[in-house]
């Protein structure tokens, strides 16, 4: 039993996060398209990689179950809403790669968050998103 605690604490590894100042996070309300378009840029010369369960799919959303990522309208919270309940993936479920000084491109749609046109007429949003890049392997 001690041996295989062994082997899988060899296996783990942690992964070397980036400086704050070498990427950048932008995002920008588009209301009139009813989501938040999101960059995530590379002032590095090394590739960095971001967890496909962090960043949002083709489709504007999260499959994903999201508990940093959540939508201040007013005085409300929304959270983010995901296609799936809850997700297990050994090892991960992989990772979208950042080459170096490119930008990685995503939106998040209002309906994410509940009612697209509610959301589109409040006079405040604020949209929490977290990215934690690190240096792919």
């Known amino acids: 039993m001690l041996a295989m605690l062994a082997a899988l604490a ?5 992964r070397k996060r980036p400086p704050a100042d070498s990427f950048r996070l932008e995002i920008a309300d588009r209301a009139d398209a009813r989501r938040f ?3 995530l840029t590379s002032l590095d010369v090394r590739a960095m990689c971001i967890p496909v369960e962090q960043w949002p ?3 504007g959303g999260f499959a994903f179950p999201q508990n940093d ?4 309208v007013d005085a409300q919270m929304l959270p983010a809403s995901s296609s799936l309940f809850s997700a297990f993936c050994p090892g991960g479920c992989g990772e979208l790669r950042i080459a170096p000084k490119t930008t990685l491109r995503g939106v ?5 968050f509940g009612d697209a046109e509610a959301i589109a ?3 405040q949003r604020e949209l929490h998103f977290i990215a934690t890049p690190y240096y792919c392997r």
């Open 10 to 14: 060899s296996c783990a590894t942690t």
């Open 37 to 39: 378009e999101l960059s």
């Open 57 to 59: 799919g083709p489709q």
């Open 69 to 72: 990522t959540y939508l201040q």
């Open 108 to 112: 998040i749609n209002y309906a994410t």
């Open 121 to 123: 007429a409040a006079p």
